[in-house]
């Protein structure tokens, strides 16, 4: 079973930045391609991030946040970072991590059909 363990998530004002963490147990992390997901109140759950398996170290991200968010992964430590800076208030989500199902793969790594693992969630608000 993998657990995956977001933390890192608060208020802060806009122009701010943030770094979120993701910390994963249970199975061969550098194996496997990590992504970030955020879902505000009221819309559905929606792709921020992603970065393939450690051997290929491909990065994606989402228009919105192209340019100001960047992913990262230490394979070490387990742990997967999602660096947001010049936050805005429609940054405002619940942003959650997860691991893709399958070892190796990038498949639709932006899509969320792709993860059987996910994070509980943390909080990001960015007030204007």
């Known amino acids: 079973q993998v657990q995956l363990v977001e933390s890192g998530g608060g208020l802060v004002q806009a122009g701010g930045s943030l770094r979120l963490s993701c910390a994963a147990s249970?199975?061969?992390?550098?194996?496997?391609?990590m992504g970030w997901f955020r879902q505000a109140p009221g819309k559905e759950r929606e792709f921020v991030a992603g970065?393939?398996?450690?051997?290929?170290?491909?990065?994606y991200y989402a228009d919105s946040v192209k340019g100001r968010f960047t992913i990262s992964r230490d394979n070490a430590a387990n742990t997967v970072y999602l660096q947001m800076n010049s936050l805005k208030p429609e940054d405002t989500a619940v942003y959650y991590c997860?691991?893709?199902?399958?070892?190796?793969?990038?498949?639709?790594?932006?899509?969320?059909?792709?993860?059987?693992?996910w994070g509980q969630g943390t909080q990001v608000t960015v007030s204007s």
């Open positions: 970065i393939s398996w450690s051997a290929i170290g491909n990065t």
């Open positions: 997860a691991a893709h199902s399958n070892p190796m793969s990038t498949v639709l790594v932006t899509h969320q059909i792709s993860y059987a693992y």
């Open positions: 249970g199975r061969t992390f550098s194996n496997y391609a």
